[in-house]
């Protein structure tokens, strides 16, 4: 079945950065695009970035800040989460897009992202 198992969250202070990866499996993962996205408490989820067919794409709230990039070769996304604010707190969640614009069909578990002082 589809998987996606995420890792890499943790609690860092603000201006530290952190490695996301979502690890997938159960699919041909070179042909899907994927996409990041997060929630923070008692807010719903927000779109943080998306990489397809080789073009990124990023929410302005993170833009120059992360980097969203995969190796097909070990069927992994990776979010490069630099220069951290505490508004960046939340769960991260993978998900892989679907076949029509707008669609994510499934989702990793999530990881907490924690920045604090």
């Known amino acids: 079945e589809v998987q996606l198992g995420q890792s890499g969250g943790g609690l860092v202070q603000p201006g530290g950065s952190l490695r996301l990866s979502c690890a997938a499996s159960g699919f041909t993962f070179g042909s899907y695009g994927m996409t990041w996205f997060r929630q923070a408490p008692g807010k719903g989820p927000e779109w943080v970035s998306m990489?397809?067919?080789?073009?990124?794409y990023y929410a302005d709230s993170v833009k120059g800040r992360f980097t969203i990039s995969r190796d097909n070769a070990e069927n992994t996304l990776y979010l490069q989460l630099n220069n951290l604010k505490p508004d960046d707190t939340g769960v991260y969640y993978c998900?892989?897009?679907?076949?029509?614009?707008?669609?994510?069909?499934?989702w990793g578990q999530g990881t907490q992202v924690t920045v604090s002082s």
């Open positions: 998900a892989r897009n679907g076949d029509g614009y707008g669609a994510y069909d499934y």
């Open positions: 990489l397809h067919n080789d073009n990124t």
